[in-house]
């Protein structure tokens, strides 16, 4: 209703070609209320344009009014399959301007957490893509792996989802007994189920026709666009924040960044299923140097943070998380800016999506990992 | 139930303490790129501070030459806007600030702008410079009303188009529950605490 | 690192003879046994629920005397970011066993939990000096009526009653 | 009174209305209650391949949920969008669902009675029949005046008429072996000459495999209904009984054709060594040839089944490809090669005669020589024959070539447009 007419009947009187198709809010491939409206010849996409926000809970004016202490689980609402990663992005900005030392031990654990909830967003993300393109069942078996990471988080902050894990100055909770066991049993089943993934998909030529060449954006398109985390990768710049500003302890860890070639569905693909296996490396890393030690470093009782402001930024499942904290020396922030890395990248959707099919559309909004929690906030 | 009367509340309430006293953030000398800066547009960089990354304050009309400038430049290299974002400051005598994070590939270096807007002034946009701040753009637009000049689409982008109001600010309530838009659409029924809320339909 | 995609004739002759497709088939007719089975028949057979897991809130009373542990000291409403917790105290006053005196003392008048707005992040029973709000393992709380989402003490120390299915 | 007894009991009567009610009542009956019990199997099997239980709730193992959903779908609210052709979107479904079941006339479940007629022109029958069942879709689509419907018709109008095509020509191959569109006179030449024509045309079976999946819409072509693009594609606005009858005829649709490539393909009802029984135990032999049958159908359908819950799914123009220039050139190589080794076989090798029957005239392969060679030469130059055809013909498709695929398929994208601006 509020959107621009698409003009379907402007162009022409007697053969009109176009027709406008809205895709959404409730449509089951657009990944939450996500509207797409589709400006069609034939079945082909001449035109479309995003319409979020169904899910605007203006969470930046919430965290305004909240002590920093109380803000953390808002974020876990955010991106809500990748709580661990939002988390760790708010605490460390506020630990940034506070100037708060976390002790390694807890940045170890720290590490752990974000890697397998990277992996788990991962999977939710192969899952959904794969049924999005019609491979039902590899959605159950991604599901499946994911259930086996959710039962850490479980275990571990006693919430699957809204995590709400980490404390301001280190953890809250310390390992609990049969932590290690479990995430290296997790570890050592992990890449076989990944190579069945890839058994399935990575040769079978249906899915390499839906997603070769499909939804092609360069390395100077995507800088362009702001695009940022595995669609970046995907495309060939070689740019990770866990690489290029280290946070915790990722600068003494051993891993390698994924890239693709080509930046189609395919290389964003290739470049996901690889992180996964860079991520298990690194949690395998972290488990074997883990520090006996304290969790929490030295927090004020009343967190205030000098009047200042800071931006950092993490790596999330998604993309570059920022988070943009200003602070007027009182327990309040003053602001607080979330760079939503999912609603940066559906940017890009309209450039890639002009000129394929309708069914591509709905394969480039699985490439491109959203999560409608964090593109409307 | 506990329901909330509706009063709007803007400004927290524990401001009363005082605030902790900090340090001046030293002003940047010898960046090169500042230089650069100042030499090219010599009344474009009213500040120049060093936070967590160096800060500079750009003056309304030369942002979108300043941005120009920072991607093209061989030594800046600024080719990637990380994030477009607005702040409220009411009791200025601009009440608005454009942020804008930059950040070069090449050298793996941020930089923070800020332009300060007045109240009904409009900004140029950087659009044109890296295509990534449209919707960017239309967020700072939805939410604090800052209008972008030569913008392609500047439209609402979270809120519905006719929306009242730009939320961020912070003279925009908090509590907003009933108001002409959600009366127009919504078909809200009010709250009553000793009402039976079945969930089914009735 | 590049990850990249091989073409070689091994692949063109794996196309030709479908192996690509027999390849993922094979896949999943292996995960076909029963004993594979991922299912929890969940009212049947309960899940296992982490031991730290936020669920249900519960106000704990002294197991000796069977007195509330509340002390009203109000911490939780204050650490609770949805202001959800309404404690309502009361100063009386009571005889002190120790010294045999008199004393006045504030003490729980009433204590109401709005489960339907917690985001069950726990911060309340993080701040509880007595242990006394505790979020639990219970995790059914569906319920029929809107208001009944607001806990009263009375529903917090007894727990509410959920239907128990068993097929 | 009399009348009425003679109309009952005329001899033409019992023979062309009684007999044949009663045979299609008892016909319908076993018919719906398998496809009923199909879609159990479709949950079932997909929920074991996807490491699940499936429906466990209704009856012991969840046996009783066919009998629940229908109930549930009587129930339901019949739903018809205010601005459609009432009459066209009710009558729709009917057309679809007719058309299934008519089919189900004429294939030979078995030996005998089992068998309800045999026409002499019975592939043709099912193939005329089958294409108007596409109507019905057709016609729903868009009769149900909303977009994503149409678009599901559409597509499901040109995925037929590309399908059918290569369904027919597919079936030409075994046909020139039986020498008859007969589905019964088909199974007794493959029983005579104790072979299945599997074994002399295997590419004829694959392509009728694949063509038969997308006939019947399910995946990797099941673009008419693809739920993540198209909702559910051309019985989007559809609900209660009328979605049923969909369901209904889409599931009646995969048992057809999975009875006809058993029938032309596999066999039919007839198992080696299983003819002894005949001479002495008729009826024994009538169930168990339908015992066979059924059993042949059903590891097609789990063929089916399979392949929905392993592969992804087709875009459109790959589904036009794959038909037109993949699967039709295919047969029709098929044709050709097959005419050529029956002529050798025939007239220089002299390995074949032309014999004369109950249904009429076949081609029979005597000797073991002769089965020797026309199996040799089925799988040993016709395979390679038609792969080299084919890839001759798509040398620079996207099967060979991927990076000739990206350069072709990059979109054309437009260098300005005045509707949103950049971006």
Redesign the interface.
Same mark, same amino acid.
Request: charged share 25%.
């Given at each position: 209703m509020y959107q621009r007419d698409l003009g379907a009947t402007e162009k022409g009187s007697p053969g009109i070609r176009e027709m406008v198709l809205n895709m959404g809010p409730q449509h089951p491939a657009t990944h939450g209320v996500l509207r797409i409206i589709l400006k069609l010849d034939g079945e082909t996409v001449v035109d479309l344009d995003c319409d979020i926000g169904y899910l605007h809970r203006g969470v930046e004016k919430i965290c305004e009014n909240r002590p920093y202490t109380h803000i953390e689980p808002y974020f876990d609402r955010l991106d809500y399959v990748a709580g661990v990663s939002n988390n760790l992005a708010y605490i460390e900005a506020v630990e940034k301007l506070a100037g708060i030392e976390v002790p390694p031990r807890a940045q170890y654990i720290r590490v752990i957490l974000t890697e397998l909830q990277r992996i788990a967003s991962h999977l939710l993300w192969l899952g959904t893509h794969a049924m999005d393109i019609g491979a039902v069942t590899i959605f159950l078996y991604a599901f499946r792996e994911r259930e086996e990471v959710l039962n850490i988080f479980e275990n571990y902050f006693g919430a699957r989802l809204t995590t709400n894990a980490l404390r301001i100055g280190g953890l809250f909770y310390d390992t609990y007994p049969g932590f290690e066991e479990q995430v290296r049993a997790f570890c050592r089943i992990f890449p076989e189920r990944l190579n069945e993934y890839e058994t399935i998909l990575n040769e079978n030529r249906i899915w390499l026709g839906r997603t070769v060449g499909v939804g092609v954006l360069t390395a100077e398109e995507a800088k362009d666009l702001s695009v940022t985390g595995p669609v970046l990768r995907g495309s060939g710049v070689k740019w990770d924040i866990r690489k290029a500003f280290p946070y915790e302890v990722y600068d003494e860890l051993d891993w390698e960044v994924p890239v693709g070639e080509n930046g189609d569905t395919y290389d964003r693909y290739l470049v996901r299923m690889e992180e996964m296996r860079q991520s298990r490396h690194i949690i395998l890393q972290a488990l074997d140097r883990l520090p006996q030690g304290p969790i929490l470093g030295k927090v004020p009782k009343m967190i205030r943070p000098p009047a200042g402001e800071v931006y950092h930024s993490i790596e999330s499942p998604k993309g570059e998380l920022g988070v943009y904290l200003v602070s007027n020396g009182t327990s309040f922030p003053e602001r607080l800016r979330i760079r939503p890395p999912s609603q940066i990248n559906l940017q890009a959707l309209r450039k890639m999506a002009i000129g394929h099919m309708v069914a591509d559309v709905i394969a480039l909004i699985g490439s491109i990992d959203i999560v409608l929690g964090e593109v409307d906030r | 139930m506990t329901d909330k009367p509706e009063k709007p509340k803007s400004a927290p309430k524990v401001s009363a303490k005082k605030p902790v006293a900090s340090s001046e953030p030293p002003p940047i000398t010898d960046d090169p790129i500042v230089d650069r800066l100042r030499q090219q547009f010599p009344e474009a960089v009213l500040e120049a501070i060093q936070l967590d990354w160096p800060t500079l304050r750009i003056a309304r009309d030369y942002i979108l030459r300043v941005c120009r400038f920072l991607r093209d430049d061989a030594e800046a290299q600024f080719d990637f806007l990380t994030d477009l974002t607005g702040r409220h400051i009411p009791d200025a005598e601009k009440p608005f600030q454009v942020i804008y994070h930059l950040y070069s590939f090449p050298r793996n270096a941020r930089l923070r702008l800020k332009v300060d807007v007045g109240q009904d002034e409009a900004i140029p946009s950087v659009v044109e410079v890296w295509s990534g701040a449209n919707w960017m753009e239309r967020e700072v637009y939805d939410l604090f009303g800052i209008r972008f000049e030569n913008h392609p689409d500047l439209r609402r982008l979270l809120l519905p188009e006719d929306w009242e109001g730009h939320p961020l600010r912070k003279d925009y309530p908090l509590l907003f529950r009933y108001n002409r838009w959600t009366q127009e659409h919504l078909n809200m029924i009010p709250f009553d605490p000793e009402g039976e809320y079945t969930g089914k339909f009735e | 690192?590049?990850?990249? /995609?091989r =073409?070689n004739w091994k692949?063109?002759i794996?196309?030709?003879l479908l192996l690509?497709?027999i390849?993922?088939?094979i896949?999943?007719?292996k995960?076909?046994a029963?004993s594979?089975?991922?299912?929890v028949?969940y009212p049947k057979v309960r899940p296992r629920?982490?031991? /730290?897991? =936020?669920g249900a809130p519960r106000l704990n009373r002294d197991p000796e005397t069977g007195e509330s542990l509340c002390i009203a000291c109000n911490l939780c409403a204050v650490?609770c970011?949805e202001n959800?917790i309404?404690v309502t105290e009361e100063v009386r006053e009571y005889l002190d066993e120790a010294s045999g005196k008199v004393k006045k003392k504030r003490f729980l008048a009433d204590y109401?939990y709005?489960t339907s707005r917690c985001?069950?992040?726990?911060?309340c029973q993080?701040v509880c000096p007595t242990y006394a709000i505790e979020?639990t393992q219970e995790f059914e709380l569906a319920i029929?009526?809107?208001?009944d989402?607001?806990w009263t003490w009375e529903m917090l120390e007894n727990g509410i009653d959920q239907p128990v299915y068993t097929? | 009174m009399e009348l009425v007894e003679r109309i009952i009991s005329n001899p033409v009567m019992m023979e062309y209305v009684w007999k044949p009610l009663v045979v299609i009542l008892i016909l319908l009956f076993i018919v719906l209650t398998l496809v009923a019990y199909l879609v159990y199997a479709e949950r079932k099997v997909s929920a074991f391949i996807q490491a699940r239980l499936g429906p466990m709730r209704v009856g012991p193992y969840g046996l009783l949920q066919p009998l629940a959903d229908l109930i549930k779908l009587l129930l339901k609210e019949d739903l018809i969008p205010a601005e459609g052709d009432r009459a066209i979107f009710k009558f729709a479904p009917i057309m679809s669902v007719v058309c299934a079941l008519v089919v189900l006339a004429v294939i030979p479940f078995g030996w005998g009675v089992a068998t309800i007629t045999d026409i002499n022109i019975g592939l043709l029958f099912i193939l005329s029949v089958s294409s108007v069942g596409i109507l019905g879709i057709i016609l729903g689509g868009w009769a149900s005046n909303s977009k994503y419907p149409l678009l599901g018709a559409l597509r499901s109008s040109a995925q037929m008429v590309s399908y059918e095509v290569a369904m027919a020509l597919a079936l030409v191959g075994p046909l020139m072996f039986a020498k008859s569109l007969s589905m019964t006179a088909i199974v007794e030449a493959q029983r005579a000459d104790h072979i299945w024509y599997l074994l002399y045309q295997p590419v004829a079976f694959l392509i009728f495999l694949v063509a038969g999946v997308a006939e019947t819409n399910r995946t990797p072509f099941d673009l008419p209904e693809a739920e993540a693009e198209l909702v559910a594609g051309f019985h989007t606005e559809y609900s209660g009984f009328r979605w049923s009858l969909y369901f209904l005829a889409e599931y009646t649709n995969m048992l057809i054709s999975s009875a006809i490539a058993v029938t032309v393909f596999l066999g039919g009802w007839s198992f080696p060594l299983l003819d002894r029984l005949r001479p002495e135990h008729p009826g024994l032999f009538t169930l168990l040839s339908i015992l066979v049958f059924a059993v042949k159908v059903f590891v097609l359908i789990y063929i089916f089944m399979w392949f929905r819950w392993t592969f992804p799914r087709y875009r459109y123009d790959q589904l036009m490809d794959l038909g037109w220039k993949w699967m039709i050139p295919a047969t029709l190589a098929n044709i050709l090669i097959t005419g050529a080794i029956i002529m050798i076989g025939q007239e220089t090798l002299g390995l074949t005669k032309v014999t004369g029957g109950e249904y009429g005239e076949r081609l029979v392969v005597p000797g073991l020589a002769g089965k020797a060679y026309f199996i040799g030469m089925a799988w040993l130059v016709l395979v390679p024959l038609t792969w080299i055809i084919l890839a001759i013909i798509n040398r620079r498709s996207y099967d060979f070539n991927l990076r000739a695929q990206r350069q072709i398929r990059l979109p054309e994208r437009p260098a300005t447009d005045d509707v949103f601006g950049k971006v």
């Amino acid at each position: 209703m509020y959107q621009r007419d698409l003009g379907a009947t402007e162009k022409g009187s007697p053969g009109i070609r176009e027709m406008v198709l809205n895709m959404g809010p409730q449509h089951p491939a657009t990944h939450g209320v996500l509207r797409i409206i589709l400006k069609l010849d034939g079945e082909t996409v001449v035109d479309l344009d995003c319409d979020i926000g169904y899910l605007h809970r203006g969470v930046e004016k919430i965290c305004e009014n909240r002590p920093y202490t109380h803000i953390e689980p808002y974020f876990d609402r955010l991106d809500y399959v990748a709580g661990v990663s939002n988390n760790l992005a708010y605490i460390e900005a506020v630990e940034k301007l506070a100037g708060i030392e976390v002790p390694p031990r807890a940045q170890y654990i720290r590490v752990i957490l974000t890697e397998l909830q990277r992996i788990a967003s991962h999977l939710l993300w192969l899952g959904t893509h794969a049924m999005d393109i019609g491979a039902v069942t590899i959605f159950l078996y991604a599901f499946r792996e994911r259930e086996e990471v959710l039962n850490i988080f479980e275990n571990y902050f006693g919430a699957r989802l809204t995590t709400n894990a980490l404390r301001i100055g280190g953890l809250f909770y310390d390992t609990y007994p049969g932590f290690e066991e479990q995430v290296r049993a997790f570890c050592r089943i992990f890449p076989e189920r990944l190579n069945e993934y890839e058994t399935i998909l990575n040769e079978n030529r249906i899915w390499l026709g839906r997603t070769v060449g499909v939804g092609v954006l360069t390395a100077e398109e995507a800088k362009d666009l702001s695009v940022t985390g595995p669609v970046l990768r995907g495309s060939g710049v070689k740019w990770d924040i866990r690489k290029a500003f280290p946070y915790e302890v990722y600068d003494e860890l051993d891993w390698e960044v994924p890239v693709g070639e080509n930046g189609d569905t395919y290389d964003r693909y290739l470049v996901r299923m690889e992180e996964m296996r860079q991520s298990r490396h690194i949690i395998l890393q972290a488990l074997d140097r883990l520090p006996q030690g304290p969790i929490l470093g030295k927090v004020p009782k009343m967190i205030r943070p000098p009047a200042g402001e800071v931006y950092h930024s993490i790596e999330s499942p998604k993309g570059e998380l920022g988070v943009y904290l200003v602070s007027n020396g009182t327990s309040f922030p003053e602001r607080l800016r979330i760079r939503p890395p999912s609603q940066i990248n559906l940017q890009a959707l309209r450039k890639m999506a002009i000129g394929h099919m309708v069914a591509d559309v709905i394969a480039l909004i699985g490439s491109i990992d959203i999560v409608l929690g964090e593109v409307d906030r | 139930m506990t329901d909330k009367p509706e009063k709007p509340k803007s400004a927290p309430k524990v401001s009363a303490k005082k605030p902790v006293a900090s340090s001046e953030p030293p002003p940047i000398t010898d960046d090169p790129i500042v230089d650069r800066l100042r030499q090219q547009f010599p009344e474009a960089v009213l500040e120049a501070i060093q936070l967590d990354w160096p800060t500079l304050r750009i003056a309304r009309d030369y942002i979108l030459r300043v941005c120009r400038f920072l991607r093209d430049d061989a030594e800046a290299q600024f080719d990637f806007l990380t994030d477009l974002t607005g702040r409220h400051i009411p009791d200025a005598e601009k009440p608005f600030q454009v942020i804008y994070h930059l950040y070069s590939f090449p050298r793996n270096a941020r930089l923070r702008l800020k332009v300060d807007v007045g109240q009904d002034e409009a900004i140029p946009s950087v659009v044109e410079v890296w295509s990534g701040a449209n919707w960017m753009e239309r967020e700072v637009y939805d939410l604090f009303g800052i209008r972008f000049e030569n913008h392609p689409d500047l439209r609402r982008l979270l809120l519905p188009e006719d929306w009242e109001g730009h939320p961020l600010r912070k003279d925009y309530p908090l509590l907003f529950r009933y108001n002409r838009w959600t009366q127009e659409h919504l078909n809200m029924i009010p709250f009553d605490p000793e009402g039976e809320y079945t969930g089914k339909f009735e | 690192m590049v990850a990249h /995609r091989r =073409r070689n004739w091994k692949q063109a002759i794996s196309r030709f003879l479908l192996l690509d497709l027999i390849k993922g088939m094979i896949v999943t007719f292996k995960w076909q046994a029963p004993s594979k089975c991922y299912t929890v028949q969940y009212p049947k057979v309960r899940p296992r629920i982490g031991e /730290r897991f =936020r669920g249900a809130p519960r106000l704990n009373r002294d197991p000796e005397t069977g007195e509330s542990l509340c002390i009203a000291c109000n911490l939780c409403a204050v650490a609770c970011p949805e202001n959800l917790i309404t404690v309502t105290e009361e100063v009386r006053e009571y005889l002190d066993e120790a010294s045999g005196k008199v004393k006045k003392k504030r003490f729980l008048a009433d204590y109401l939990y709005d489960t339907s707005r917690c985001m069950f992040c726990g911060y309340c029973q993080d701040v509880c000096p007595t242990y006394a709000i505790e979020l639990t393992q219970e995790f059914e709380l569906a319920i029929y009526r809107r208001k009944d989402f607001a806990w009263t003490w009375e529903m917090l120390e007894n727990g509410i009653d959920q239907p128990v299915y068993t097929r | 009174m009399e009348l009425v007894e003679r109309i009952i009991s005329n001899p033409v009567m019992m023979e062309y209305v009684w007999k044949p009610l009663v045979v299609i009542l008892i016909l319908l009956f076993i018919v719906l209650t398998l496809v009923a019990y199909l879609v159990y199997a479709e949950r079932k099997v997909s929920a074991f391949i996807q490491a699940r239980l499936g429906p466990m709730r209704v009856g012991p193992y969840g046996l009783l949920q066919p009998l629940a959903d229908l109930i549930k779908l009587l129930l339901k609210e019949d739903l018809i969008p205010a601005e459609g052709d009432r009459a066209i979107f009710k009558f729709a479904p009917i057309m679809s669902v007719v058309c299934a079941l008519v089919v189900l006339a004429v294939i030979p479940f078995g030996w005998g009675v089992a068998t309800i007629t045999d026409i002499n022109i019975g592939l043709l029958f099912i193939l005329s029949v089958s294409s108007v069942g596409i109507l019905g879709i057709i016609l729903g689509g868009w009769a149900s005046n909303s977009k994503y419907p149409l678009l599901g018709a559409l597509r499901s109008s040109a995925q037929m008429v590309s399908y059918e095509v290569a369904m027919a020509l597919a079936l030409v191959g075994p046909l020139m072996f039986a020498k008859s569109l007969s589905m019964t006179a088909i199974v007794e030449a493959q029983r005579a000459d104790h072979i299945w024509y599997l074994l002399y045309q295997p590419v004829a079976f694959l392509i009728f495999l694949v063509a038969g999946v997308a006939e019947t819409n399910r995946t990797p072509f099941d673009l008419p209904e693809a739920e993540a693009e198209l909702v559910a594609g051309f019985h989007t606005e559809y609900s209660g009984f009328r979605w049923s009858l969909y369901f209904l005829a889409e599931y009646t649709n995969m048992l057809i054709s999975s009875a006809i490539a058993v029938t032309v393909f596999l066999g039919g009802w007839s198992f080696p060594l299983l003819d002894r029984l005949r001479p002495e135990h008729p009826g024994l032999f009538t169930l168990l040839s339908i015992l066979v049958f059924a059993v042949k159908v059903f590891v097609l359908i789990y063929i089916f089944m399979w392949f929905r819950w392993t592969f992804p799914r087709y875009r459109y123009d790959q589904l036009m490809d794959l038909g037109w220039k993949w699967m039709i050139p295919a047969t029709l190589a098929n044709i050709l090669i097959t005419g050529a080794i029956i002529m050798i076989g025939q007239e220089t090798l002299g390995l074949t005669k032309v014999t004369g029957g109950e249904y009429g005239e076949r081609l029979v392969v005597p000797g073991l020589a002769g089965k020797a060679y026309f199996i040799g030469m089925a799988w040993l130059v016709l395979v390679p024959l038609t792969w080299i055809i084919l890839a001759i013909i798509n040398r620079r498709s996207y099967d060979f070539n991927l990076r000739a695929q990206r350069q072709i398929r990059l979109p054309e994208r437009p260098a300005t447009d005045d509707v949103f601006g950049k971006v």
